[in-house]
């Protein structure tokens, strides 16, 4: 069974970067669609980015548009989500989680497995 840990949030300013690591054990995440939840306080638990294990395809939120990428490296087992012009709106805790069929979904119980999350915070 996977395991999913989440790194690399921190406290940003308005305008900064972080980048999001989700590390994998125990599988590889070849054939797993990755997905990248947000959970802001008092707030539903929202998808922001996904990328497909089938045809590498990726899907993101209209809000962090042209300021998130995903990307993945398989012989390492990790997920990155480079987060770039961050905005006091981002700030949340970050899940990782995995899609057994390896393609995005939109539903939250479609993802099979979920990391502990990691806290990015913006603020001045």
Request: aromatic share 12%; hydrophobic share 30%; proline share 2%.
């Amino acid at each position: 069974q996977v395991q999913l840990v989440e790194s690399g949030g921190g406290l940003v300013q308005p305008g900064g970067s972080l980048r999001l690591s989700c590390a994998a054990s125990g599988s590889t995440l070849d054939y797993y669609a990755i997905g990248w939840f947000r959970q802001a306080p008092g707030k539903e638990r929202e998808r922001v980015y996904c990328i497909s294990a089938v045809d590498g395809s990726t899907w993101y939120s209209d809000s962090v548009k042209g300021r998130f990428t995903i990307s993945r490296d398989n012989a390492k087992k990790t997920v990155h989500l480079q987060m770039n012009n961050l905005k006091p709106e981002d700030t949340a805790i970050y899940y990782c989680a995995t899609a057994t069929t390896g393609w995005c979904y939109d539903q939250r119980n479609k993802y099979d497995h979920w990391g502990q999350g990691t806290q990015v915070t913006v603020s001045s």
